[in-house]
Each structure stands twice: as structure tokens, then as C-alpha cells.
């Protein structure tokens, strides 16, 4: 992540601390038997916080490696990175 600036890291540092912390809450539900949907909001939850985190990812890789690669005539390269990151979120 060199190309993050520092506030982004402790942005993204800071939400992969908050969802560890609902992780460790999601199996202290399961090993108190928690009620099932309680379950699945916080479930639901952390899959939010990924999607987050990714998406700030996603978008610090664009503005920076991708677009050096287009302006330095890596143009195919930076298509590449693209489509790779395209299909990694579609799964």
C-alpha cells in the first residue's frame, strides 16, 4: 500500500480493528447461543465493513497505479488490473 496516503491507512487500519472486533463478537454470539437473526445482522455487518474497506482499496489503487500506468503508456497493463479487479468483485 505505498501509494496510500497515510490518512487512508489509518482510516482503513481503524475499520479492520472495528470489523475484527465484530468478528470476535460474531463467535462469542454463536458460543452463547445468540438468537439466529441477531446472528445474521452482525454478519451482515461485517460484510459491510469489508465491502467498505475494499472499495477505499479499489479506489486508492485507481487513483494512483492504475493511472500511472495510463499516463506512462502501460495502458494495457492498466486494463488488466482493471478487469482483474472487475471480476474479484463480482465474486
Known amino acids: 500500500m505505498k501509494h496510500t496516503s497515510d490518512s487512508d491507512k489509518k482510516k482503513l487500519v481503524r475499520r479492520l480493528k472495528i470489523i475484527e472486533g465484530q ?14 437473526i441477531d446472528i445474521i445482522a452482525q454478519t451482515s455487518a461485517v460484510k459491510q465493513g469489508l465491502s467498505n474497506a475494499e472499495d477505499l482499496l ?11 500506468q495510463m499516463t506512462s503508456g502501460q495502458t494495457a497493463k492498466a486494463v488488466r488490473e482493471v478487469l482483474k479487479v472487475y471480476k474479484l468483485k463480482r465474486k
Open 23 to 36: 468478528v470476535r463478537g460474531l463467535i462469542m454470539m454463536l458460543e452463547k447461543d445468540a438468537y439466529c
Open 58 to 68: 479499489l479506489e486508492n489503487h485507481l487513483q494512483s497505479c492504475v493511472h500511472k
